[in-house]
């Protein structure tokens, strides 16, 4: 690779929606073109990846298309559906046969009525989140989909409709926290629920033929498995065996759900309309969900001192940063197990500040590594030219302000050396 190239990770004007990619919106979202880059510098031999913080699984799209066998895991379950999809290819003839068939059903059922409103557990006051005519929209969209006997057309419609909620919900689209709509914007709200399922499912089949036509109908080149273990407790033996992964290439959250990305609460509405459970609880099982008790050290002199002089600011907003970090920690000990000797981790982050104190995660992740025998390849850094960004709310989360420190991505790269 020419040194430029190499050294340009900005891939301005790149299209990141390419192929599956284009199937759902997410904060955060790994861009593909960084997968894609550092599987071709570090993982031209590799036959295993592994993502501890998969999301929506851009990694492990990235690898299907190489040949690479995946595994990740994500807390929450949207995204653990979204990467599934993602990484599925249906048969498109009987996808086909569905996507005419919901057609024909959207021009015939608009105008039907429900005696009464269906009730979706997990959300307490539907009608606060959404206007009724569009509940009984989606409840027959949701009727039509649960009907559909295979398994990945299925899948694949959950998807479109995912964010077919969203976008017909009485929240503000362009923030990934849940705001209602100002009283004078949802009197005129009419969403087009039909129409916004179709162009969505319109638009994911485009994505899934290019997906398609590159796998070159060979869906089972390789393997992708996705969990919901949490890689900071234990990264069971029976999913992921010691010693076995060439690569990580993972991105994992910025700072704690509460005041950096509050990822339950992005796909609470989703969750609820797919039926799963709690979807409200995610955020707390997330990395620095729970608050430490007591302040501790870390093997890196650069963290330590920038918690010390958080410390003199706040005290208790400290216990909070701890919390974060020692999941941080706790997840690499584990993650560095997995890992083959020569194996790489690419860790993908953006430093935060909190205090208005710059917190050096992408040097914590070097560091930590370094604890548990890995050596310090390169850290690249990365201008970020699409400014919608997750971490708006950050660091004072307040709706719409954008953190400027947050321009600038990291991507560490990490060898096993012992
Ligand atoms: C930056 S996002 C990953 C985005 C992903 N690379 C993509 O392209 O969609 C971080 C993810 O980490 C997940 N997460 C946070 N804490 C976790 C934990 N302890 N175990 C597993 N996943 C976790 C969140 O649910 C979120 O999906």
């Not at 690779?1 to 929606?17: I, L, N, P, V």
């Not at 992964?245 to 309309?273: C, F, H, K, N």
């Not at 459970?277 to 099982?285: G, N, V």
Request: proline share 4%; with cysteine.
């Amino acid at each position: 690779m020419e040194t430029k190239e190499k050294d340009d990770w900005t891939f301005k004007g790149a299209d990141t929606r390419q192929l599956t990619h284009c199937y759902h919106d997410y904060p955060a979202r790994m861009i593909p073109q960084i997968a894609a880059k550092l599987l071709d510098m570090f993982g031209k031999n590799a036959k295993l990846l592994f993502d501890p913080y998969c999301g929506t699984g851009t990694s492990l799209v990235e690898a299907k298309i190489r040949g690479i066998n995946s595994i990740g895991t994500d807390l929450n379950p949207l995204a653990c559906l979204i990467a599934k999809a993602k990484t599925t290819i249906p048969n498109l003839k009987e996808l086909n046969k569905q996507i005419s068939e919901f057609r024909k059903f959207s021009l015939t059922s608009k105008s039907l009525a429900f005696s009464s409103l269906p009730k979706i557990e997990g959300i307490k006051n539907l009608e606060f989140w959404f206007k009724p005519e569009v509940i009984e929209k989606l409840a027959r969209l949701k009727n039509f989909i649960n009907e559909i006997e295979d398994d990945s057309s299925r899948l694949f419609f959950q998807i479109a409709f995912s964010e077919t909620v969203r976008e017909s919900s009485n929240t503000r689209n362009n923030e990934f926290k849940l705001f209602r709509y100002k009283p004078e914007k949802l009197k005129n709200f009419s969403p087009d629920v039909f129409g916004i399922m179709i162009s969505k499912l319109l638009r994911n089949r485009r994505g899934l033929g290019e997906f398609a036509r590159i796998i070159d109908g060979d869906a089972t080149k390789s393997r992708v498995k996705i969990y919901n273990f949490n890689s900071v407790i234990e990264i069971p033996e029976e999913y992921v065996s010691p010693s076995s992964v060439d690569i990580i290439i993972t991105s994992p959250p910025y700072g704690d759900s509460r005041t950096t990305v509050a990822y339950g609460q992005y796909s609470r509405l989703s969750a609820a309309w797919l039926d799963m459970k709690e979807p409200e609880k995610t955020d707390r099982k997330l990395m620095g969900g729970q608050k430490a008790k007591k302040i501790n050290k870390f093997p890196s002199a650069e963290l330590n001192k920038t918690i010390d002089i958080i410390r003199q600011k706040d005290e208790n907003r400290t216990l909070e940063v701890i919390a974060f970090y020692n999941d941080l920690f706790d997840s690499i000990s584990n993650v560095s197990k997995v890992v083959k000797s020569g194996g790489y981790a690419c860790y993908v982050i953006a430093n935060r500040k909190v205090k208005n104190t710059l917190l050096p995660t992408d040097a914590a992740i070097r560091d930590f590594f370094r604890h548990f025998g890995f050596e310090h390849i390169d850290t690249f850094k990365r201008s970020i030219p699409n400014k919608r960004m997750a971490l708006r709310n950050s660091p004072s989360n307040i709706s719409g302000k954008i953190d400027n420190t947050m321009m600038q991505e990291f991507i560490v790269v990490m060898k096993k050396i012992a």
